[in-house]
């Protein structure tokens, strides 16, 4: 890694679509061997610059040289396609649904000119470690997300190229699914010695990379290693519960620009970097609000992402929650499921599902993609009738009271669903209309919505012509216009920029808190699964666990222990011998590993041991907090390991 | 839908206040896909002239070139019988075998070949001929011509031979003629423009009705919006109407356009019957054929998929309900078929009104099929749309 020259050279790169600029001059160097990622929300200019590297987009100013020729014409660009693979955005785009995984896989070999043996050999190899191996002659369109990306993977890199460009591969993939992916990934290019530039709007997965360039609005934010990156924002995180949580939130804004709720717990990132002012500055700036269960954490790179884009731009229009005369808060059950059961034929989509949820709580649906999320919210709020079992939302029976449910709940589907030909302002009062709000009425949730999602000034644009974040608060707004009292939001936060989330997610627990709405909500984003009260995790159409965030984290704690975070200078060849020697959730993180040990300290020196065997030295170790997707991936690796130990039981 | 404890009255009024605001919404976007209302303007104004002044079925400006070997009285006075507005003289030839070459390359339609002798023969009284040579690629087109120039030398052999046998054309007299006349009703002047303009209007709405309101329910589902009215209150009922009802008011103006634009002022299309009428059953008809078009749409996935799902069902409607050729030409079991064809009804109605004057009296059977079908197929689209989500 550190010998070589450099194998993608971008000098001041500018990107104009009609009068819009894509990218404002951007310079970035990628060397051979490593996992250079891009990082950046909707928007920033990701794809624009990756399409232009993999010479299928022009572009207007600057340079882009690959290989050492400069991508100026489609000749030049001609010439180094044969060493690059391309995979383009979206969920098993470039692939054809209804070739089988190994057509889809012959096929672009033979585009590649791939010779046959090569690609016997190969397809073998890239099949056994995908684990799709089982799944050659199933067509594509019938594969979930996650094996699409898979797929993807295989078909993008079946000629060897040198250079693999991937555009947001990991895009709505479930938490197992893409660890999967990075490790796969991470093995391949190490292999076969290849390159990869790689994008994602996961700030989580930044740590996956050698190097990466943060982007916004066409511009790079940051970039370097990500311990560099981290170094540009020092600051401590800090962890707490404080009651009553809306004053201490109030009280925090005026000095903290990143004060985030989670569940309970607060989350406040400050930029002192010593640990006793750090908790002593936020307990004199709550006042009389005793904080407690006081915590000190280094800061997640997510929240470094934020700090950087809060310190680039002026914040976002600051929505004031305006206070309505809240709806009786009325404590009792929002949602109960008993039993529910969904068939598709033959196939159990949704396998005796039952939870409550109360008014004025968070309820988040976790799970990987295809475990029955989806299917349960449509249940629930009458898209899909289910096929057995019980179900009452906002007091009304799901069987027989269809209708009076409909007028009771709001809504916000996985895909934007408002009209994009319309403005901000028709599409409030279309639904004010459909929801059967008189004018005065509708003026007044007309302008509550406004200032609640931070519209004013948008009221005349077109629904299309506005931004992923903005859009978004637009339809939650739309699905709040008639003061339901149960909230359904499927992967609500899907594309927005991290402070669009952030902002999103302070509405909704002033919704939840001051209003008492129950929101239910799916995510494949762990880090905001933390702002739910209580969790339930499904597997394969059954709810396996439930909790709060912090039980959920206990509960792995005891079973399988804490997490261990090793700095290893050449990690991969370890992962193995770690599996073997019996360490739970073990993986890949860049330049780091982690894994899950009972007795961090006593297990130190045989950890040592595995890693020197293996020819890596281990730079440092240290304990850190669970992730909730940490449990996630924990939980579900579980999972499929007794699944398959019964159907290999079975077949035995 | 349930709703416990609201007042018959105040359900009523959120149920209208639903369909208009969903209207509205029909209407808005409809107005802001430029494309589409670029093609609408065009097709009841521009196309619907055009077609009346340019479409013309029956014999106009043919060129005729001849081959005249003779060279004589005789043969020039008959090359002088083929006058416009009919055929129109391209040209002596040089050869016959010129004439079979621009026969070939399409320059001419027709070639008259007089042989040598034609003047000698004639006045012999000999027997004689000449040759017409047809181009009948366009078949209409190219019989009418045959047929015209048929008629031209007959006539002209007439004269001739009364010319030799009584010498004046008043001798004609004594010889038996049977002569055929005829009345023309309803369009005396037989002016081809009212019903090419009235046809073409007749497609234009028949393709509207069908696509505007099939496009705009697929385009929700293609988008995801469908999802957010299925969760909300509105029943299938207050999706689907509306967008029937936006469509049938600018399908109802884009007809008052081409009506009152081009084809009254200038084509002189009259209007005998009653205007009031006209338009109620233009509605009733939008309503029947935006059924079938509902009815495809959720049937498919996307725009594409409906636009030619369309297209098979708009292309045998157009070609066999009637504007086209008429329907007792046409075989028994198309003209079964086409009783389920709402166009079939729609064309008595609009030249009955339009050119006979017709009023309920005589249409009354046409509303009630049209009605019949419209419900029927609309009752289905909304049984499918139900059906589709679950």
């Known amino acids: 890694m550190e010998l070589a020259e450099p194998i993608v050279r971008v000098l001041g790169f500018v990107k104009r679509y009609k009068k819009h600029v894509a990218v404002q001059g951007v310079d970035l160097e990628i060397k051979r061997g490593e996992i250079y990622g891009l990082i950046g929300p909707d928007g920033a200019g990701k794809s624009s610059l990756m399409k232009a590297i993999a010479g299928v987009l022009t572009y207007d100013e600057g340079a882009v040289e690959v290989f050492g020729t400069l991508i100026d014409s489609e000749r030049a660009a001609e010439q180094v396609k044969q060493q690059l693979g391309f995979l383009p955005q979206g969920l098993g785009l470039n692939l054809y649904p209804d070739l089988s995984v190994e057509e889809n896989i012959d096929f672009f070999a033979r585009l590649r000119l791939v010779p046959e043996p090569a690609l016997i050999e190969r397809k073998a190899r890239f099949l056994a470690m995908t684990r799709l191996d089982k799944f050659r002659n199933r067509a594509m369109k019938k594969l979930s997300g996650g094996m699409k990306q898979k797929l993807g993977l295989i078909c993008t890199l079946i000629h060897e190229p040198e250079l693999a460009i991937l555009d947001e591969p990991t895009t709505g993939v479930d938490p197992v699914s893409r660890r999967d992916f990075w490790t796969i990934l991470a093995e391949l290019l190490r292999e076969r010695g290849m390159t990869a530039l790689v994008s994602t709007a996961y700030m989580d997965e930044a740590a996956r990379f050698h190097r990466l360039s943060f982007l916004s609005s066409g511009k790079v934010v940051a970039s370097g290693t990500p311990a560099e990156v981290q170094a540009l924002v020092p600051g401590l995180m800090v962890t707490f519960e404080a009651t009553p949580q809306m004053e201490a939130i109030a009280r925090l804004k005026t000095q903290y620009k990143q004060v985030e709720a989670l569940g309970s717990l607060l989350h406040v990132f400050t930029e002192e970097t010593i640990h006793a002012s750090a908790m002593q500055s936020i307990t004199s700036s709550l006042g009389d609000i005793r904080p407690v269960h006081l915590r000190v954490d280094e800061p997640e790179l997510e929240d470094v992402f934020v700090a950087l884009l809060l310190r680039q731009a002026d914040q976002p229009p600051s929505a004031e929650m305006p206070r309505v005369t809240a709806l009786a808060a009325n404590h009792g059950l929002a949602i109960e499921a008993k039993g529910l059961i969904r068939d598709f034929g033959a196939f159990r989509a949704v396998d005796r599902v039952s939870f409550q949820v109360k008014s004025g709580e968070i309820f988040g649906l976790l799970g990987a993609n295809g475990a029955g999320k989806t299917t349960v919210i449509k249940m629930l709020n009458g898209l899909m009738p289910p096929t057995g079992g019980e179900g009452w939302v906002a007091g009304a029976d799901m069987k027989t009271a269809g209708g009076a449910i409909k007028e009771r709940i709001g809504y916000m589907s996985q895909a934007f669903s408002l009209y994009l030909d319309l403005t901000v302002e028709e599409n409030i009062r279309l639904f004010a209309g459909i929801y059967g709000l008189n004018r005065p009425a509708t003026t007044t949730r007309l302008e509550w919505i406004l200032s609640m999602a931070g519209l004013k000034g948008y009221e005349s644009s077109l629904t299309s012509r506005l931004p992923m974040g903005v859009r978004q608060r637009l339809a939650l707004g739309c699905a709040l216009v008639h003061q339901p009292r149960v909230l359904f939001l499927d992967e609500p936060t899907s594309g927005v920029d991290p402070i669009g989330r952030r902002h999103f997610w302070d509405i909704l627990s002033v919704l939840a808190r001051e209003e008492g709405v129950a929101i239910m909500v799916t995510t494949h984003y762990m880090s905001e699964a933390e702002h739910c009260d209580k969790l339930a995790l499904m597997f394969a159409g059954r709810i396996v666990s439930e909790g709060s965030p912090s039980e959920m984290k206990r509960q792995v704690e005891t079973e399988a222990g804490r997490l261990v975070e090793l700095t290893v200078d050449r990690p991969a060849p370890a992962i193995n011998e770690l599996e073997l020697a019996g360490f739970a959730g073990v993986a890949l993180f860049g330049t780091k590993l982690h894994l899950l040990s009972h007795d961090p300290e006593g297990d130190e020196p045989r950890i040592r041991e595995i890693c020197a065997a293996s020819q890596g030295v281990v730079q440092s170790i240290k304990t850190r907090p669970l992730s909730l997707e940490d449990v996630f991936v924990y939980r579900v690796m579980e999972l499929e390991k007794q699944e398959r130990k019964q159907t290999t039981g079975v077949a035995a | ?390």
């Open chain 2, 1 to 390: 839908m349930i709703v416990s404890g609201v007042p018959r009255s105040k359900r009523a009024a959120i149920w209208w206040g639903r369909l208009m605001v969903m209207t509205r919404k029909e209407l808005i976007q409809l107005f802001r896909d430029v494309p589409i209302v670029v093609f609408l303007i065009y097709s009841f104004t521009l196309s619907v002239y055009i077609s009346g002044n340019g479409l013309k079925s029956q014999l106009h400006n043919a060129n005729i070139s001849v081959y005249d070997a003779d060279h004589s009285f005789s043969s020039r006075d008959l090359i002088h019988k083929f006058q416009p507005p009919f055929f129109s003289f391209a040209g002596e030839l040089s050869s016959s075998n010129e004439g079979q070459y621009r026969l070939d390359r399409g320059t001419v339609s027709a070639v008259l070949d007089i042989p040598p002798r034609f003047h000698e023969q004639l006045a012999a009284g000999e027997p004689t001929a000449v040759q017409l040579l047809v181009d009948t690629t366009n078949s209409p087109q190219g019989l009418s011509a045959a047929s015209y120039a048929a008629r031209i030398v007959a006539q002209f052999g007439q004269e001739a031979s009364l010319a030799r046998f009584g010498g004046s054309a008043e001798a004609s007299q004594n010889l038996p003629v049977i002569v055929s006349d005829h009345r023309v009703w309803y369009n005396p002047d037989q002016n081809e423009t009212w019903f090419e303009s009235i046809s073409h209007l007749l497609r234009m709405i028949t393709i509207f009705a069908m696509l505007l309101p099939a496009t705009a329910l697929v385009r929700e589902k293609e988008r995801g919006t469908i999802e957010q009215l299925l969760v909300s209150p509105l029943t299938p009922l207050l999706i689907m109407l509306p967008k029937v009802l936006a469509m049938t008011v600018v399908i109802l103006c884009a007809m008052a356009v081409a009506l009152f634009g081009v084809m009254q002022p200038i084509f002189g299309v009259p209007i005998r019957g009653n205007l009031v009428l006209l338009f109620s059953l233009t509605a009733l008809f939008v309503f029947t054929t935006a059924g079938m078009g509902l009815f495809a749409a959720t049937i498919t996935k996307n725009q594409s998929q409906v636009g030619l799902l369309t297209l098979l069902l708009i292309a045998p409607m157009l070609m066999l309900s009637g504007v086209t050729s008429p329907m007792e030409a046409m075989p028994p079991w198309v003209q079964y078929l086409m009783t389920l064809s709402p166009l079939r009804y729609f064309i008595d109605v609009v030249y009955g009104i339009l050119l006979k004057g017709n009023g309920l009296k005589e249409l009354w059977g046409h509303v009630l099929a049209m009605g019949l079908l419209g419900g029927s197929l609309f009752g289905f689209g909304m049984w499918r749309f139900r059906r589709q989500f679950q």
